[in-house]
């Protein structure tokens, strides 16, 4: 059974930091692009980060580059989003996503990250 399981979420005060877990099981996590999306109220779901499968691929939203981190850890079947310096405009339900070739497309529940003092 495919399972991704976010945490970290939680209220940050402008400029702070958070990191942000995902947990994969269920599948062969070394050949999946992992991917962090956003959605704010009244907004459409935004792509954060994404890290590849094999070459280390990496990129970010023009939004949040220089403040977040993606990373990964193959033995712990875990993506990592560092979020530092963060803004209330990064507020957002944060998703952790896994995909193959565009057919395989695993999603998890979802994380809340509030910035706010």
């Known amino acids: 059974q495919v399972q991704l399981v976010e945490s970290g979420g939680g209220l940050v005060q402008p400029g702070g930091s958070l990191r942000l877990s995902c947990a994969a099981s269920?599948?062969?996590?070394?050949?999946?692009?992992m991917r962090w999306y956003r959605q704010a109220p009244g907004k459409e779901r935004e792509l954060v980060a994404r890290?590849?499968?094999?070459?280390?691929?990496?990129s970010y939203a023009d939004s949040v580059k220089g403040r977040f981190t993606i990373s990964e850890d193959n033995a712990k079947t875990t993506v990592y989003l560092q979020m530092n310096r963060l803004k209330p405009e990064d507020t957002a339900v944060y998703y952790c996503?896994?995909?193959?070739?565009?057919?395989?497309?695993?999603w998890g529940q979802g994380t809340q990250v509030t910035v706010s003092s």
């Open positions: 890290i590849g499968p094999t070459d280390g691929y990496i």
């Open positions: 996503n896994a995909v193959l070739a565009s057919v395989y497309d695993y």
């Open positions: 269920g599948f062969t996590f070394s050949r999946y692009v």
